[in-house]
């Protein structure tokens, strides 16, 4: 849970073991270059490994506002640095696309995305007033599919041959998951019961 | 029973623990080590036993010990 949010503020949260708080898109390329030259953080996202400058991995990145475009970038408490950051983009109609990358692989199956998603899931239904949020896994991102499903999304539909696998060379199919504000409350009503 | 079975062991080995520790009503999520990392190990090792690449619909579907048993059922062995 948050303090009362203004659009065009700032985005800070709290879970049990990280500090969230938003990036600017310098901050973003900054922290998040180093992470650029290994092929499993970056080929996931269709993007390759190992040719971006400093320059050019600033450039690929969007400009964040937070009033309807976020990066939040990820801390484990007790000092450490930037271990990832989650994204979030809101369409005009309330409807979020995130997606998550978590560059530090030492975090690797530790629950960050688990956790931190549930927090930033909650920031957008709560205080940006998403009716819906969403995401695109490449199907063979088995582990991103694994999270998406643990947090109640729906698997709606696939894009097929909608982007490009720089591990494979080749076209890669999507998965499309989705989230209703309702069914989100209603899992997190489940949670607080048990 | 049998391929429920082959799908304790196969999670077993995936998640590098003994069958024991596998429940037979295992899901994603809710055993213990099947995590995002233990997730990906599963559906590699199911792949390497079916020896085939899932199609999409497949990969969505597992989510329990019952889905990669039935996955496997499915596999008809060829005989050499």
């Known amino acids: 849970m948050t303090d009362r949010w203004k659009p065009g503020s700032a985005v800070r949260l709290e879970t049990p073991r990280f500090q969230l708080a938003s990036l600017s898109r310098l901050q973003a390329a900054w922290h998040s270059y180093a992470w650029t030259s290994d092929p499993l953080v970056m080929h996931p996202y269709g993007l390759e490994a190992g040719s971006w400058t400093r320059r050019s991995w600033h450039r690929r990145l969007r400009r964040f506002n937070n009033r309807r475009r976020f990066c939040i970038g990820i801390r484990p408490k007790g000092g450490a640095g930037l271990i990832g950051y989650e994204t979030a983009e809101v369409s005009s109609q309330g409807v979020a696309f995130i997606a998550v990358m978590i560059g530090d692989r030492d975090w690797w199956g530790k629950g960050v995305v688990q956790e931190t998603r549930s927090a930033v899931i909650d920031f957008l239904f709560e205080n940006v007033g998403c009716a819906r949020v969403w995401g695109t896994p490449g199907i063979r991102n088995f582990p991103s599919i694994f999270n998406y499903q643990k947090l109640g999304f729906t698997c709606e539909g696939t894009l097929r041959q909608h982007g490009w696998d720089p591990a494979t060379r080749r076209r890669q199919d999507y998965f499309i998951f989705g989230l209703l504000r309702d069914e989100w409350l209603e899992k997190r009503k489940q949670q607080a019961a048990i | ?80």
């Open chain 2, 1 to 80: 029973m049998r391929r429920l079975d082959e799908a304790r062991r196969l999670v077993a080995h995936a998640l590098e623990k003994t069958v024991d520790e596998i429940a037979p009503g295992g899901a994603l999520g809710t055993q213990s080590g099947w995590d995002s990392l233990g997730h990906m190990r599963i559906v590699m090792s199911l792949e390497t036993e079916l020896d085939r690449t899932l199609a999409a619909h497949e990969i969505i579907e597992i989510k329990s010990l019952a889905d990669i048993a039935a996955l496997l059922a499915s596999h008809i062995a060829i005989p050499g």
